[in-house]
T-cell receptor, first 107, second 111 residues
Framework: KNEVEQSPQNLTAQEGEFITINCSYSVGISALHWLQQHPGGGIVSLFMLSSGKKKHGRLIATINIQEKHSSLHITASHPRDSAVYICAGGGADGLTFGKGTHLIIQP | DTGVSQNPRHKITKRGQNVTFRCDPISEHNRLYWYRQTLGQGPEFLTYFQNEAQLEKSRLLSDRFSAERPKGSFSTLEIQRTEQGDSAMYLC?????????FGPGTRLTVL
């Protein structure tokens, strides 16, 4: 059983919709990371958070330490947001990754 | 470009051959990580270094895998006697304060 679980695995939405991707983890972590991976592309770090909420442009990430749960939200989604979004937990000694959420935003 | 670089980007080899990949981290980053990603899966952690010290290697996939970071700068990952199951994307990341910056990866195909 993976120690980091994401849902949904696949998500297709229309441009402009509000998107939520969820992540639950069963391991003790010092930080929770949200990463973005485009097809054939490298991985880009979106957020690293250990408590509360962070916002960057149209992206918002939240974490509830007690419930071991984090969410990534995308407001006013756009086709260029189409990518795989990966949740990862861990600390300085390496990350444990979820399997990713494949997001497609249709125009 | 001062990001993380990896070479080669693609490697095709025959089963049984040895391969070596190189990662050049962001210059001021003291931590360097190696991950493997197979198709449709999230990456899995292999090993990491703090400066030149390899602090975790128990999750290397087998004794055919080894990694070095001799001067605390670039790192190499070697796979000996490659098998078809080794075909994957090998990712390197570096960090200073916790946030990890990833390289483009080396895609290995073992025929």
């Amino acid at each position: 059983k993976n120690e980091v679980e994401q849902s949904p695995q696949n998500l297709t939405a229309q441009e402009g919709e509000f998107i939520t991707i969820n992540c639950s983890y069963s391991v003790g972590i010092s930080a929770l990371h949200w990463l973005q991976q485009h097809p054939g592309g490298g991985i880009v770090s979106l957020f690293m958070l250990s408590s509360g909420k962070k916002k960057h442009g149209r992206l918002i990430a939240t974490i509830n330490i007690q419930e071991k749960h984090s969410s990534l939200h995308i407001t006013a989604s756009h086709p260029r947001d189409s990518a795989v979004y990966i949740c990862a937990g861990g600390g300085a000694d390496g990350l444990t990754f979820g399997k990713g959420t494949h997001l497609i935003i249709q125009p | 470009d001062t990001g993380v670089s990896q070479n080669p980007r693609h490697k095709i080899t025959k089963r049984g051959q040895n391969v070596t990949f190189r990662c050049d981290p962001i210059s001021e980053h003291n931590r360097l990580y190696w991950y493997r990603q197979t198709l449709g899966q999230g990456p899995e952690f292999l090993t990491y270094f703090q400066n030149e010290a390899q602090l975790e290697k128990s999750r290397l996939l087998s004794d055919r895998f080894s990694a070095e970071r001799p001067k605390g700068s670039f790192s190499t990952l070697e796979i000996q006697r490659t098998e078809q199951g080794d075909s994957a994307m090998y990712l390197c990341a570096s960090s200073w304060s916790g946030e990890q910056f990833f390289g483009p990866g080396t895609r290995l195909t073992v025929l």
